[in-house]
């Protein structure tokens, strides 16, 4: 399985873009990088994904590196409500051919007033 | 609306009791996955079903088993619940195929006394 390692925590200035990182090094070829987001007491929620190239939506940007090896998820404005944990997962396989998905520990992005 | 529905919010059992989590989608979605969320360990997988009647274990799937007999439907059973049961948990559904958006219930947390 693909791992991914981020942060524990940070912080961010309201207003300012806020750029958290996610190192998946072990990534396969044709694995998608894909970006969720926490708010406290609900549900994950879907922000964002990628294979190879840089991504847009209205939430958010995904950089992702020539190698792949990394990605970064850039919130251009942030503001209060963005404070959450954020998690890159990368979908993995099972023996069987079954898609697993699999979060880890996530980033814990506080954003300062 | 897309939905994912857990049927209870909070719920407190006795240590050795059999506990049941219910998990409805209205997506006509194939796949549904149980999460449990801890503070410091980020969502972990237990199990997770691709079809009807079928299943396959995720990360964390000791003391707990799972049952999908419809399509809308996978519920998570504790046969005797233990005090280190005591959780959120999370139930998730997606389309079947490769990729695609995970969406989240509101989740149950669980407390064994």
């Known amino acids: 399985d693909a791992k991914t390692t981020q942060p524990p925590s940070m912080d961010c200035a309201e207003g300012r873009a806020a750029n958290l990182p996610c190192n998946h090094s072990t990534i396969s070829g044709n694995e998608y990088v894909y970006w969720y987001r926490q708010i406290h007491s609900q549900g994950p929620q879907y922000i964002i994904h990628g294979l190879k190239n840089n991504e847009t939506n209205e939430m958010a940007s995904l950089i992702i590196t020539e190698d792949r090896k990394s990605s970064t998820l850039i919130l251009p404005h942030a503001t209060l409500r963005d404070t959450a944990v954020y998690y890159c997962i990368v979908r993995a396989w099972t023996n069987f051919g079954n898609e697993k998905l699999t979060f880890g520990t996530g980033t814990r992005l506080t954003i300062i007033p | 609306d897309v939905k994912v529905t857990q049927s209870s919010r909070y719920l407190v059992k006795r240590t050795g009791e059999k506990v049941f989590l219910e998990c409805v989608q209205d997506?006509?979605?194939?796949?549904m996955f149980w999460y449990r969320q801890d503070p410091g360990l980020g969502l972990r997988l237990i199990y997770f079903?691709?079809?009807?009647?079928?299943?396959e274990k995720g990360d964390i799937p000791e003391g707990y088993s799972v049952s999908r007999e419809k399509k809308e439907r996978f519920s998570l059973i504790l046969e005797s619940a233990s005090t280190n049961q005591t959780s959120m948990y999370l139930c998730?559904?997606?389309?079947?195929?490769?990729?695609?958006?995970?969406?989240f219930g509101e989740g149950s947390r669980l407390t064994v006394l």
């Open positions: 998730a559904s997606k389309a079947g195929g490769r990729g695609g958006e995970l969406f």
């Open positions: 997506m006509d979605h194939e796949n």
């Open positions: 079903s691709y079809d009807v009647k079928m299943k």
